[in-house]
């Protein structure tokens, strides 16, 4: 998945902030928000911290996304729940999906983050896409409607999330 397909989709949603903690898988994207002078970049030291600022600028009358690994994901709990999901706030969540290439039947398990995943998303009503490929780049959009629809937070996979 490039970037610069992401890049270009939250532009047209009107993002204007994206807030994450960047890690190895999602690299080159975020090397690209930073140069992105429409986008400003609020880096936080916890998962969960991403989902309380990310409310507070939403309230405060900005666009944010938050951008995110599976991992950090399960990281958030109570932050999550207390915040953007109680507080009904269609806030999107991209998520690197850590783990999912392993998920080959009957073979052993290493990683064993993406086992949890969609099924911690289904348990907390969060709807959510599987972005494969470039050609996937309009699920963000598609991400943001439902979120907007529904008023609650809605998530993007990113599958291949070494973007």
Known sequence: MQASLI???????????VVGLPDNGARSLFE??????????VGVTREG???????GLY?????????????GFFETGDA??????????????LMGYRGYQTMVPDAPRVD???????????AWDI??????????AHLIE????????RSRPAAVLIVNHTV
């Not at 911290?49 to 409310?55: G, I, L, T």
């Open 59 to 71: 309230l405060g009358g900005a666009s944010p996304v938050v951008i995110i690994q599976n991992t």
């Open 80 to 93: 999550f729940r207390g915040t953007c999901y109680n507080m009904a706030l269609p806030i999107v969540m």
């Open 112 to 122: 064993t983050a993406a086992t949890f995943l969609e099924p911690t998303l289904k």
């Open 32 to 41: 690209q928000i930073w140069e992105e002078e429409t986008l400003q970049f």
């Open 49 to 55: 911290e991403a989902f309380a600022v990310a409310s």
């Open 142 to 149: 598609d991400a943001f409607v439902a979120a907007r629809e």
């Open 7 to 17: 890049i270009d989709e939250l532009k047209k949603q009107g993002i204007t902030h």
């Open 127 to 136: 709807p959510y896409s599987l972005m494969h490929e470039d050609e996937d």
